[in-house]
Nanobody, 127 residues
Framework: QVQLVESGGGLVQAGGSLRLSCAASGLTFSKYAMGWFRQAPGKEREFVAAISWNAASTTYADSVKGRFTISRDNAKNTVYLQMNSLKPEDTAAYYC????????????????????WGQGTQVTVSS
C-alpha cells in the first residue's frame, strides 16, 4: 500500500521559513518523480514544484521561483520543500504527489499526471 505522509507545516510570520517533508512508503521511490501542490480555501489545487526521479530536473511555479527549493533523498524515500521568504498568499494546504515516470520535471506540472497523493499539511503565513 502506497503512503505519502507530509510533515513540517505550521504557522509562521511573513518573511519566515519552513521545510516540508514527504515520506513515501510502499513504492520504489527512485522510480517516481515527485511534486508539491497547494490548495487554499475556495481555490483550485495548484502546482508548486516538481523534481524528476533522479533530481536531474526541477520545475517551479512562477509564484514561488527563487523562494522555494524542492529536493529529494532517495536513500530516505523523502522529498522536501524548503520555503523561504514566505508571504501570506502562500497560506494553503500543501500536498506531495508521486508519478511513476522518467520524464523531465517540465512535464510534471499538472495534477492529473500523478498517481498517488498525500493527505496534506497546513501552512499558514501571518502578516
Amino acid at each position: 500500500q502506497v503512503q505519502l505522509v507530509e510533515s513540517g507545516g505550521g504557522l509562521v510570520q511573513a518573511g519566515g521559513s519552513l521545510r516540508l517533508s514527504c515520506a513515501a512508503s510502499g513504492l520504489t521511490f527512485s522510480k517516481y518523480a515527485m511534486g508539491w501542490f497547494r490548495q487554499a480555501p475556495g481555490k483550485e489545487r495548484e502546482f508548486v514544484a516538481a523534481i524528476s526521479w533522479n533530481a536531474a530536473s526541477t520545475t517551479y511555479a512562477d509564484s514561488v521561483k527563487g523562494r522555494f527549493t524542492i529536493s529529494r533523498d532517495n536513500a530516505k524515500n523523502t522529498v522536501y520543500l524548503q520555503m523561504n521568504s514566505l508571504k501570506p498568499e502562500d497560506t494553503a494546504a500543501y500536498y506531495c504527489a508521486a508519478d511513476q515516470t522518467y520524464k523531465s520535471s517540465l512535464y510534471l506540472t499538472e495534477k492529473n499526471e500523478y498517481d498517488y497523493w498525500g493527505q496534506g499539511t497546513q501552512v499558514t503565513v501571518s502578516s
